[in-house]
């Protein structure tokens, strides 16, 4: 009995150490499990139930008074804090999520430098915000990333971005752009209104009520997506209602982003270009039809100096090949293809060569180039640069070797002209219907040299009949001679031998020419009796009406009757 008591005892003590040891466990985890309490997700308060922190937290404070409500199961404040020292207990309650956010919340509450910062309460992350706000000191708390399905955002950063949202959308509508997503299976995601009025126009369903799906209009135009920075064209016809003509194509640059598995796409209508592009195409289509037909050749240069429209006559005046010209040569290639071909004056040198490529270049854009090349063939070709829009160049190039072989060949028949007039052995004057000296030969020049020295090359038949006045002797042939020149009824040539106040004779003649000219002719009479008779003798034959008184014959020898108009020529007075 004694034995079974001692064992019992024994084992008794083994029971009381065991209970002891387990006790002082329990204990030691709960004042453990207390001690963690502060960075856990549970927190207690006596009275209590333990609340969870996966939940946005927001506290303001104004000039270190809390001024927003405590929910009751606020994890870091009391329902009962103290407001004038919340600031201060809320900076102990968060001290241990993160060894930096003390400094960081002092800070704060001293000049209001904002923060962000990222600590651990227990095994959760929670985020720790805070900032200066129209003159509040603001705390959040909260998890960081999204939990159960929710994103924690702060409510004012929330406001602004359904703000911005709402502007974006705006500004989306207002542009003229078509703009949509389609998710990886080609399916519209998104639009904005002016797709959804695109989707009306083309498809004559009202998208703008709100029934989606949205149909894919461009569907495998965009197939596959145009690469960055290369829109692509497309066109849409609309539908046509009944009793409608043909719409015309809407024409877009469509670009597209790829985003994840599918892409935004954004289409510009370039109605408005297309048909400037038409246009113009049409009217350089027409022009070329026109440049075609002119027998002078055309090259337009643009600004980069490079050929863009040349005619067939080009070709031909130029010889070079066609395929040349449609490579689009720069300026000083084809002028080098023309230099190579003899198509233009070969330069002295390389370097004038060059210094007059650059002169042309500039007199064209000037528009003040023009110039007469003479090729080594004998061909004459007329150059004329103009300046264009836009900083083109213009060049014509005229055959005109059959107008520079008829002005040599008229300029040599009027050198000939002038030669056989300058043989004559009479002084002779030609004056035009008005009076003005068109002529003179080389005679005239001999027999008159004072006269011709003050009228001067604008003389005129008055001018010249008072020279010749004042250097003979009184005369009525003068006044016959205006007569004449002014084409009055019953005139005919005028035939004198006047008297020079020198001594010597001259023979004169006057008479028209075809297109109203009047051509008066000089020449020198021998004073001899046998000539003076001779010409008293053919005057007096040829005086008309009958009845008329004789000449009388003057002092010197010299019958006054020679002077009236009707003496013949010297030719026929030295027979």
Not at 281 to 288: A, D, E, G, W
Not at 307 to 328: D, H, I, K, Q, Y
Not at 449 to 462: C, M
């Amino acid at each position: 009995m004694f034995r079974w008591g001692g064992h019992m005892q024994a084992d008794l003590f083994d029971m009381a150490l065991f209970g002891g040891i387990s006790l002082l466990s329990a204990l030691f985890a709960l004042i453990l499990l207390g001690t963690m309490s502060g960075r856990g997700v549970m927190r207690t308060y006596p009275g209590r139930a333990p609340m969870l922190v996966d939940a946005l937290r927001r506290y303001e404070f104004h000039e270190g008074y809390l001024v927003s409500g405590v929910d009751p199961n606020d994890a870091f404040l009391p329902p009962d804090a103290d407001r004038s020292a919340a600031f201060r207990d809320l900076s102990r309650a968060l001290g241990g999520l993160h060894p930096d956010l003390p400094g960081r919340l002092a800070a704060l509450a001293r000049g209001g430098e904002a923060f962000v910062l990222t600590g651990r309460f227990g095994g959760d992350a929670l985020s720790v915000a805070g900032c200066a706000v129209e003159g509040r000191i603001v705390v959040t708390v909260g998890p960081p990333d999204a939990g159960a399905g929710r994103e924690v955002v702060d409510v004012p950063v929330l406001k602004a971005m359904q703000s911005e949202t709402e502007d974006l959308r705006r500004a989306l509508d207002l542009g003229g752009a078509a703009i949509w997503t389609e998710d990886g299976a080609g399916r519209v995601i998104w639009a904005n209104a002016g797709y959804l009025s695109l989707v009306d126009l083309v498809s004559g369903r009202a998208a703008s009520t709100g029934i989606w799906p949205v149909p894919a209009l461009f569907g495998g135009l965009l197939e596959p997506l145009p690469e960055p920075g290369s829109p692509r064209r497309c066109s849409l016809t609309p539908t046509r209602e009944a009793g409608e003509t043909e719409a015309a194509p809407l024409w877009f640059e469509v670009a597209a982003v790829p985003q994840g598995e599918g892409a935004v796409f954004c289409a510009t209508p370039i109605d408005r270009l297309v048909a400037a592009e038409t246009a113009l195409r049409n009217f350089v289509q027409t022009l070329s039809k026109t440049f075609a037909h002119l027998p002078i050749g055309l090259a337009i240069f643009d600004r980069q100096r490079e050929l863009v429209l040349f005619n067939p006559a080009l070709v031909t005046l130029s010889t070079l090949p066609p395929a040349f010209l449609s490579g689009r040569p720069r300026l000083v290639a084809f002028l080098d293809a023309l230099r190579d071909r003899q198509r233009m004056p070969e330069p002295k040198d390389y370097r004038g060569w060059r210094d007059a490529i650059a002169r042309l270049e500039e007199r064209a854009e000037q528009g003040t180039y023009e110039d007469v090349w003479a090729l080594p063939c004998g061909q004459s070709l007329r150059v004329i640069g103009r300046p264009h829009p836009d900083g083109a160049v213009a060049f014509m190039f005229e055959d005109i070797t059959a107008e520079v072989t008829l002005t040599r060949q008229f300029r040599g028949d009027l050198d000939l002209h002038k030669a056989v007039i300058d043989a004559l052995p009479e002084a002779t004057a030609v004056f035009s219907g008005e009076g003005r000296r068109m002529l003179v030969n080389q005679g005239y020049h001999l027999l008159w040299p004072e006269a011709e020295v003050a009228e001067g090359p604008t003389a005129t038949l008055a001018d010249a009949v008072r020279h010749w006045q004042a250097d003979c002797l009184p005369s009525d042939c003068w006044e016959q001679i205006h007569d004449v020149a002014a084409r009055r009824a019953g005139c005919r040539d005028v035939t004198a031998v006047l008297a020079r106040r020198d001594g010597s004779r001259l023979a004169l003649r006057a008479g028209p020419l075809a297109g109203g000219a009047l051509a008066v002719r000089f020449e020198a009479v021998a004073a001899t009796d046998r000539a003076v008779q001779a010409a008293e003798a053919l005057v007096g034959s040829r005086m008309t009406p009958q009845g008329e008184a004789r000449p009388r014959r003057g002092a010197s020898g010299a019958t006054d009757a020679v002077a009236t108009g009707r003496a013949p020529l010297a030719r026929d007075l030295s027979g």
